[in-house]
């Protein structure tokens, strides 16, 4: 059984490696850069940041999933969030 103390950490590392295997499915499929490939870098970096700011892969009390152990409907819809975005990263034209 999952440890529910840190699916949110789990679900933030899934979402970025799935990122970085989009963003590397792109520049395959071209010969240079295009805008989708650097539009999706960008969202990388901007999910990095996100996961960082709100302290998803943090493996002490100030985890995202430590702060939100006792709020079940929080750590639920930001869990679910995630996986949506991972299910959205791994279903598409480049799958």
């Given at each position: 059984?999952?440890?529910?103390?840190?699916?949110?950490?789990?679900?933030?590392?899934e979402c970025q490696a799935e990122y970085?295997?989009?963003?590397?499915?792109?520049?395959?499929?071209?010969?240079?850069?295009t805008l989708s490939t650097v539009a999706v870098q960008n969202e990388l970096g901007r999910?990095?940041?996100?996961?960082k700011d709100i302290g998803a892969l943090h493996q002490d009390k100030h985890s995202?999933?430590?702060k939100l152990r006792d709020v079940d409907y929080l750590r639920h819809g930001?869990?679910?969030l995630?996986?949506?975005?991972?299910?959205?990263?791994?279903?598409?034209?480049?799958?």
């Open positions: 059984m999952e440890r529910s103390d840190q699916r949110i950490a789990r679900f933030s590392l970085q295997r989009l963003c590397s499915a792109l520049e395959l499929a071209t010969d240079q850069k999910f990095r940041i996100w996961i995202l999933d430590s930001v869990t679910m995630l996986v949506d975005l991972k299910k959205t990263l791994t279903t598409g034209p480049f799958r």
